[in-house]
């Protein structure tokens, strides 16, 4: 019974670190877009950054 009891219990556990780990990664694939993103906006915000230069 006891044994059971371990198997139940290790499954449960099992269970809440898959949802945690869909989490996580959830988590990951929403912040990751930052870096793929900031050489685009660079590149848009370069005129004005020229434009800011050539006022000096």
Do not use: Y
């Not at 809440?16 to 685009?40: E, F, N, Q, R, Y």
């Not at 848009?44 to 434009?51: A, G, S, T």
């Amino acid at each position: 019974m006891g044994l059971l009891r371990v198997i139940l219990h290790l499954r449960h556990v099992s269970k809440t670190l898959a949802i945690l780990d869909g989490g996580v990664a959830a988590i990951a694939a929403a912040t990751s877009t930052v870096p793929t993103v900031l050489p685009s906006v660079n590149a848009n915000l370069e005129p004005v950054r020229d434009f800011c230069e050539a006022v000096r």
